[in-house]
């Protein structure tokens, strides 16, 4: 059965940072591209960030050089990196990995 399950969201003044993870299971994890997304009420869910099973990354404009995504494959976690955060950036954000999702953690960041 496979698992993603994202955590580390929650409310930050604009310009903070956070780091959201998404542990994997029941994939090989090593193997397989993961992908951050994020979605707010009346939109369609936006794809911020990729990382392939070899580290190639790539990003969203919007993200770019603020976001940084990472792997670690013995823990089988992506995780996402946000910094320079901004009101724009609230969104629940998604974890995506061998076409399954992850349940959402909501990110808030206030002016």
């Known amino acids: 059965q496979v698992q993603l399950v994202e955590s580390g969201g929650g409310l930050v003044q604009a310009g903070g940072s956070l780091r959201l993870s998404c542990k994997a299971s029941?994939?090989?994890?090593?193997?397989?591209?993961m992908r951050w997304y994020r979605q707010t009420p009346g939109k369609e869910r936006e794809l911020v960030a990729t990382?392939?099973?070899?580290?190639?990354?790539n990003y969203a404009d919007s993200v770019q050089g603020r976001f940084a995504i990472s792997r670690d494959n013995a823990k089988n976690t992506v995780y996402l990196q946000m910094n320079s955060l901004k009101p724009e950036d609230t969104a629940v954000y998604y974890c995506?990995?061998?076409?399954?999702w992850g349940q959402g953690t909501r990110v808030t960041v206030s002016s």
């Open positions: 990382i392939t099973g070899t580290g190639t990354t």
């Open positions: 029941g994939i090989i994890f090593s193997a397989i591209g």
């Open positions: 995506w990995g061998a076409a399954y």
